[in-house]
């Protein structure tokens, strides 16, 4: 059986995160991995879509409505669909700390709720959530876990009415970086602690949530050690995403190596790899089916590729978002499903 969903997107922020002129790179403009994108093909098959991050050079946040519109225009003419948009909560806002600081986390999220309302008016988006993070450090948020993990959820919740008042959802991004969700059980706690299932949810990224497997600025949280085996393996991601999974509304597609990496303003984080790196520790395939389970009734209509600092000569490839497609369309293959059994984010459209 050949499945329809979920469509297939590919992000734009590869251009964009760790590049720019205070990294090793410069940035790749939109319109460029918008043609990269649609110049990749598998017999005969295309991506379907892509997600947007809300940031120069690629979409200002405080973009016009004109503009907005002859940007979707743009898009889908390449006969794209928009799914998930990245808010930039980072450069002036922080879920922690400084009350400025935490307006301003609001701030920009209802500026990309706003994005994404127009979006969806146009016509080009009609599934697809906001991507946030703490915008903190494991660092920063150790110093008083409890009072700060109390103070994220607060933020987020405040940024959550605002998105559940325009149909909008949150998806936290499970990230070794991100101060409060830098392990499973933290992002589980905050979660918990936020506790508007509706609204707000986990993105869970195939190579970021294996480094949360070996602990990675959370020791005491890891479930395996160096040289594990494969049953022990099993067993260690059943347990993460037997977790984690009621709460995803948002995944990604990637591979990693088990090394960390970080680039430009960005910090170290998991590494993203080429689909077919032969370092991979990950059976793309087979990892993504624990995540996909169950996918429609929580309202997961695509799934998005995302390999974050691969180097610019990489992604200029052309075979390289083939390579990447074709693994997309196996992991559809063998988790997908069709049109009818989709529920809820129809609903939200």
Same mark, same amino acid.
């Given at each position: 059986? /050949? &499945?329809?969903?979920?469509?297939?997107?590919?992000?734009?922020?590869? *251009?964009?995160?760790?590049?720019?002129?205070?990294?090793?790179?410069?940035?790749?403009? $939109?319109?460029?991995?918008?043609?990269?994108?649609?110049?990749?093909?598998?017999?005969? +098959?295309?991506?379907?879509?892509?997600? $947007?991050?809300?940031?120069?050079?690629? !979409?200002?946040?405080? !973009?016009?409505?004109?503009?907005?519109?002859?940007?979707?225009?743009?898009?889908?003419?390449?006969?794209?669909?928009?799914?998930?948009?990245?808010?930039?909560?980072?450069?002036?806002?922080?879920?922690? =700390?400084?009350?400025?600081?935490?307006?301003?986390?609001?701030?920009?999220?209802?500026?990309?709720? %706003?994005?994404?309302?127009?979006?969806?008016?146009?016509?080009?988006?009609?599934?697809?959530?906001?991507?946030?993070?703490?915008?903190?450090? #494991?660092?920063?948020?150790?110093?008083?876990?409890?009072?700060? +993990?109390?103070?994220?959820?607060?933020?987020?919740? %405040?940024?959550?009415?605002?998105?559940?008042? &325009?149909?909008? %959802?949150?998806?936290?991004?499970?990230?070794?970086?991100?101060?409060?969700?830098?392990?499973?059980?933290?992002?589980?706690?905050?979660?918990?602690?936020?506790?508007? #299932?509706?609204?707000?949810?986990?993105?869970?990224?195939?190579? &970021?949530?294996?480094?949360?497997?070996?602990?990675?600025? /959370?020791?005491?949280?890891?479930?395996? +050690?160096?040289?594990?085996?494969?049953?022990?393996?099993?067993?260690?991601? %059943?347990?993460?995403?037997?977790?984690?999974?009621?709460?995803?509304?948002?995944?990604?597609?990637?591979?990693?190596?088990?090394?960390?990496?970080?680039?430009?303003?960005?910090?170290?984080?998991?590494?993203?790899?080429?689909?077919?790196? #032969?370092? *991979?520790?990950?059976?793309?395939?087979?990892? /993504?089916?624990?995540?996909?389970?169950?996918?429609?009734?929580? =309202?997961?209509?695509?799934?998005?590729?995302?390999?974050?600092?691969?180097?610019?000569? @990489?992604?200029?490839?052309?075979? @390289?978002? /083939?390579?990447?497609?074709?693994?997309?369309?196996?992991?559809? +293959?063998?988790?997908?499903?069709?049109?009818?059994?989709? @529920? &809820?984010?129809?609903?939200?459209?």
């Amino acid at each position: 059986m /050949s &499945h329809s969903f979920p469509k297939l997107h590919n992000a734009m922020w590869p *251009g964009l995160v760790g590049k720019g002129p205070d990294a090793e790179e410069p940035a790749i403009d $939109l319109d460029t991995m918008l043609r990269l994108t649609a110049a990749a093909e598998v017999d005969g +098959q295309k991506f379907d879509g892509v997600d $947007l991050f809300l940031y120069d050079p690629h !979409i200002n946040i405080d !973009i016009s409505d004109d503009d907005l519109m002859r940007l979707a225009d743009k898009i889908a003419g390449y006969g794209f669909a928009v799914g998930s948009l990245v808010a930039p909560i980072w450069f002036e806002g922080c879920a922690m =700390g400084e009350v400025a600081k935490r307006d301003k986390y609001v701030e920009a999220v209802e500026k990309a709720v %706003r994005i994404g309302v127009k979006l969806r008016e146009h016509g080009v988006r009609k599934y697809g959530v906001i991507r946030i993070d703490s915008a903190c450090s #494991p660092e920063a948020w150790s110093a008083d876990p409890q009072a700060n +993990q109390e103070q994220i959820a607060e933020t987020i919740c %405040r940024a959550a009415q605002v998105a559940a008042a &325009h149909g909008e %959802r949150l998806a936290a991004e499970g990230e070794i970086c991100w101060g409060g969700m830098h392990s499973w059980r933290d992002m589980l706690n905050l979660l918990q602690l936020v506790n508007m #299932p509706e609204t707000v949810g986990f993105q869970a990224d195939l190579a &970021h949530t294996y480094l949360y497997l070996l602990g990675y600025n /959370s020791p005491e949280n890891a479930l395996l +050690q160096p040289g594990y085996s494969e049953a022990e393996f099993a067993a260690a991601y %059943r347990q993460m995403t037997d977790a984690l999974r009621p709460w995803t509304i948002d995944f990604h597609v990637a591979q990693n190596d088990g090394s960390v990496h970080g680039s430009g303003s960005h910090d170290k984080t998991g590494r993203h790899c080429p689909a077919d790196d #032969p370092n *991979g520790k990950l059976d793309v395939v087979a990892a /993504s089916g624990y995540w996909l389970q169950d996918a429609p009734a929580r =309202g997961i209509q695509h799934i998005c590729w995302d390999g974050c600092m691969f180097p610019n000569a @990489t992604l200029m490839k052309t075979e @390289t978002w /083939s390579t990447i497609l074709k693994l997309m369309l196996e992991v559809r +293959q063998a988790h997908g499903w069709g049109a009818a059994t989709r @529920t &809820h984010a129809s609903e939200l459209a």
